[in-house]
């Protein structure tokens, strides 16, 4: 007979430290992410500082493309909050259709940025063409990634995660609450990357 | 509601298959283990490449006994290793040792095992992420071994992969090269650490037991923490700078390719425009505090095994703490101390030497308690003391070693030589390697149930002392008289070091004896699973909390949360009788003071 184990603290906060587990856990995971991002930031300005020439995103990318993006996913972390907000006021229907537009505006992202990507594919602006290509797609790409990792997340626990509000509804909003601290950050990087890559010009 | 739930959940689970309890465990205790078996066979891998390697460099040129003939005629033509073979294991032996030995083994297997159990806690604060950690450690771990075997053998570009060379090195845009197989390896160590960490930060700061506050928190917790930190915030900026090399492997990117190269008589056809410089910033952001995160659990350990093994407090426990947390902070900002050649300027170099100096104060004051602690004590000299206590000197001399490589001045003589090699083995071989056998021995009762061989282990302490001697002790001299550091030849072919050739044999004994030596350790460890002498819950009479478990301890650990009544090093304090000289953490005081009655 196996022992019964209860982590403490997994749903209730700890009271000297006012959080629950996860909620640490997803603020340390989140600081690491700010420094893998960092670092792609302070590669850029290493390089774009060390270059003789620099390529003005504005003139061989689609600001205009970026910007629709920048709405959407703004407009993702705001439905991501209403999600939230609609089980801790105990309303599944609402939280399901505020995740369903979450998850709704993910799509819309990565086909907006698909379209972005084959236009560049098409006139050969592929990564050996320049350091300013090689960073656009490594540090969108790489964002790209956290995009559909919160998505296969909110995905989740829109769909079969969600039978856990029958049961344990604290932890399950919880678990939104976190899943969504990690989609405002997903959105935080484009916000620097929209006007870092798009707007700034070339020199 | 809770409550019911897993009362549910527990009706379907009573007894986990094999598998889920020895292979996809998420117990705590399972992964530790799990770790440590497989770190450990790292570092006997890795120590054989080095063995091979030392044969190159003590008899260069001539064929290795019995072992060259059947690596096969690519590596070692004739029998006689080829010199991207010699390459392969140097670059290998680093990256092995650091990334799947020694951090593995001190934050994966003793970090996993000790710190629940330190904390009073029942399990990690995220048991599954914590068995994912171990799986993606072990995925990454074969994608390093497997690279031997793909076209053109493994990584050749040395542990730290400096870009030009390690973009232009076996360059097919494949993923089965070995530079490239390389990268996607750390990619899987870098993202096993981060779930790692994040685990022990957590179950430290969550999961602490009723009464164990900050400053009763056992040091070794103390150092997994700042460790967590290092590996948490250090290693992202190496996965991003992974992420643009692979780029500039199979993507034909430029990011570490400066403008105008020739290799090999021909232009290179990429853009151009990169900066090697941003490898080596990027590489070194993690690498330097990666030396703590070798360092500082060594140190932890070391203290348990000191505290317990004096009988008495450690002194200054309170500067240990503070000490590791502004070591932490400081080693974030010295990472440019391994440029000083690539002329960066006057300015930065001058910034690097201050905080490297500056860094070196909370090292001394660790090192100054710990020696502090001996003072006055009735030394119980076991083997676990005797590794804890050797530790302290070689980590001395690692450390003091270290200082004018800190200076620019002094460091442009000395960079790239073997006393840098000298230099930092001192601090991981008989330094943090020392404290990890040191711990092994401390907690195997714990784990097993019966003690390691006092006569074994101290065959196997005093011939590794005295081989970790001869490999590392001449490398100071080699490297001040100017040998180079990664000379397939092992420096024959310079006539300014031919008078310092000669202890490239007495290192290559060194190296064997060693080796040989760690034959008393393995059969130790195999021997006493069996045969060892029982012991009870706490053998060691020690007053941390994991001595307050069953033993070994179950899943769930503790019969009952324990409550911490105390500080972790409570012995032979005033009004305490010649029967117990300590009192143990999770015993109140009309229990822990009430005369001569020992614990079970």
Known sequence: MSAHIEIPYNMDERPDTGLYNAKLGVWLFLASEVMLFGALFSSYVLLRTGASTWEAGHLILNWKLAMVNTFVLIGSSVTMVMSWAALKMNNLAKFKLYMGLTVLCGIAFLVIKGIEYAAKFEHGLLPNQSTFMAIYFTMTGLHGLHVIGGMIVNGYLLGPGSKMWATEPQRFTNRIEVAGLYWHFVDLVWIFLFPTLYLLPGK | ?600
Request: net charge neutral; charged share 10%; aromatic share 16%.
């Open chain 2, 1 to 600: 509601m809770a409550t019911d739930t897993h009362h549910h959940h527990n009706e379907h689970h009573d007894e986990p298959s094999w598998i889920r309890k020895y292979v996809f465990s998420t117990d705590h205790k399972v992964i530790g283990i799990q770790y440590g078996l497989t770190s450990l066979v790292f570092l006997f891998f890795g120590f054989c490449l080095l063995m091979m390697m030392r044969w190159q460099l003590a008899y260069p040129g001539e064929a290795l006994p019995l072992l060259g003939k059947w690596l096969g005629e690519a590596r070692m033509p004739g029998g006689v290793m080829a010199p991207e073979f010699y390459n392969q294991l140097g670059a290998m032996h680093g990256t092995i040792m650091v990334f799947l030995g020694v951090v593995p083994l001190a934050v994966g297997a003793f970090g996993n095992y000790l710190v629940p159990l330190q904390v009073g806690a029942q399990d990690m604060a995220f048991p599954k992420l914590n068995m994912s950690s171990y799986w993606v450690y072990f995925v990454g771990g074969v994608v390093m071994f497997a690279s031997f075997f793909v076209p053109e053998g493994a990584a050749q570009s040395g542990w730290t992969s400096y870009a030009p060379l390690s973009i232009v090195t076996t360059p097919a845009q494949s993923i089965f090269r070995g530079q490239t197989m390389w990268l996607i390896g750390m990619v899987f160590l870098i993202t096993s650490s981060l779930l790692g960490s994040v685990n022990i930060i957590v179950t430290i700061v969550q999961l602490r037991a009723p009464g164990l506050t900050w400053m009763r928190l056992p040091f070794f917790c103390w150092a997994q923490l700042v460790t967590s930190f290092l590996l948490l915030l250090a290693f992202p900026p190496l996965e991003a700078a992974g992420v643009m090399q692979l780029m500039d492997r199979l993507a034909g990117s430029s990011f570490f390719m400066p403008a105008g190269l020739v290799i090999s008589g021909k232009p290179w056809e990429g853009s151009g425009g990169g900066s090697a410089l941003l490898w080596q910033h990027l590489f070194w952001f993690l690498a330097h505090p990666e030396v703590y995160v070798l360092i500082l659990p060594a140190m932890g350990i070391v203290a348990e095994v000191i505290a317990n093994n004096t009988r008495k407090p450690l002194w200054g426990y309170s500067a240990l703490v503070w000490a590791s947390a502004i070591l932490g902070f400081l080693s974030f900002v010295v990472w440019a101390h391994h440029m000083y050649l690539t002329g960066m300027g006057t300015a930065i170099s001058a910034f690097f030497q201050t905080t490297t100096m500056l860094i070196s104060v909370p090292s001394i004051i660790i090192l100054t308690a710990l020696i502090l602690s001996l003072w006055g004590g009735s030394i119980r000299f076991t083997t676990p003391m005797l590794f804890a206590l050797a530790f302290l000197p070689m980590f001395g001399i690692g450390g003091l070693t270290g200082l004018p490589l800190g200076l620019a001045t002094s460091d442009i003589q000395l960079h790239d030589t073997y006393y840098v090699i000298g230099h930092f083995h001192y601090v991981v071989a008989p330094g943090t390697i020392f404290a990890l056998f040191a711990g092994i021995y401390y907690w195997y009762p714990k784990v097993t149930g019966r003690r390691m061989s006092e006569t074994l282990g101290k065959w196997h302490f005093w011939g590794s002392l005295v081989f970790m001697n001869t490999v590392f002790m001449p490398m100071f001299v080699q490297g001040m008289a100017g040998m180079s550091r990664r000379m397939y030849d092992g420096g024959e072919a310079y006539l300014h070091n031919q008078h310092v050739l000669g202890f490239n044999r007495m290192i290559g004994v060194g190296a064997w004896g060693l080796g040989l030596f760690q034959l008393f350790f393995i059969i130790n460890f195999f021997w006493s699973l069996k045969r060892g002498e029982k012991v009870n819950d706490n053998p060691w009479k020690a007053t941390t909390l994991e001595w307050n478990t069953p033993t070994p301890p179950p899943h769930g650990n503790f019969t009952k949360i324990p409550d911490a009544y105390r500080g972790p090093y409570e012995y032979s304090l005033p009004g305490s009788d010649t029967h117990k000289d300590y009192y143990p953490q999770w015993e109140p005081d009309h229990v822990a003071k009430a005369g001569p009655k020992e614990t079970k």
